[in-house]
T-cell receptor, first 112, second 113 residues
């Protein structure tokens, strides 16, 4: 099955700084790369995704970049705000498509 | 609101008991996924159903089983419950089999005492 790792496991930044979370996967047939945000006590929600034919996608303060050769993709958050504090999960879709494996999660804390 | 409904929201039971968690996917979604999230843990994939058929299994215990009914709602059955089964159980739905965007329900918090 797909091995998915996220780094770092925890990240603390000052408000206004940038944050970067990296997700490494093992299945070279993976073709869809989403990021989910889970606020405390809430459900995970998709915040941004990218497909294998695109190298980068941006949506306001968040962006995702993909390096298929190295088998990793990253979440970039600029101008962080307290409401960005949450756990972020990557969930690359492997070639089979039926078993969505989530990464171990990154706890982001944005401090005032 | 994601459109995915899970019931009950909370469930407290004793060891050795059996419970059933229910999930109604978004209108039009054919895929249902079940995930387990223990305290401070990630989302562990349990099982995936598409249009009534099982498509993939994760690290699901033999004491656990699931099914998806003709109306596309799904149930996760947990039996011979142990303390370690206490967790938040999420279901998620998506349109297709080789799913992309998942929409999560609000989860069922199971406490085994």
């Amino acid at each position: 099955g797909e091995n998915v790792e996220q780094h770092p496991s925890t990240l603390s930044v000052q408000e206004g700084d940038s944050a970067v979370i990296k997700c490494t996967y093992s299945d070279s047939a993976s073709n869809y790369f989403p990021w989910y945000k889970q606020e405390l006590g809430k459900r995970p929600q998709l915040i941004i995704d990218i497909r294998s034919n695109v190298g980068e996608k941006k949506d306001q303060r968040i962006a995702v970049t993909l390096n298929k050769t190295a088998k990793h993709f990253s979440l970039h958050i600029t101008e962080t705000q307290p409401e960005d504090s949450a756990v972020y999960f990557c969930a690359p879709r492997g070639g089979g498509g039926n078993k969505l494996t989530f990464g171990t999660g990154t706890q982001l804390k944005v401090e005032l | 609101d994601s459109g995915v409904t899970q019931t009950p929201k909370h469930l407290i039971t004793a060891t050795g008991q059996r419970v059933t968690l229910r999930c109604s996917p978004r209108s039009g979604d054919l895929s249902v996924y079940w995930y387990q999230q223990s305290l401070d843990q990630g989302l562990q994939f349990l099982i995936h159903y598409y249009n009534g058929e099982e498509r993939a299994k994760g690290n699901i215990l033999e004491r656990f089983s699931a099914q998806q009914f003709p109306d596309l709602h799904s149930e996760l059955n947990l039996s011979s419950l142990e303390l370690g089964d206490s967790a938040l159980y999420f279901c998620a739905s998506s349109v297709a089999q080789a799913s992309e965007k998942l929409f999560f329900g609000s989860g069922t918090q199971l406490s085994v005492l």
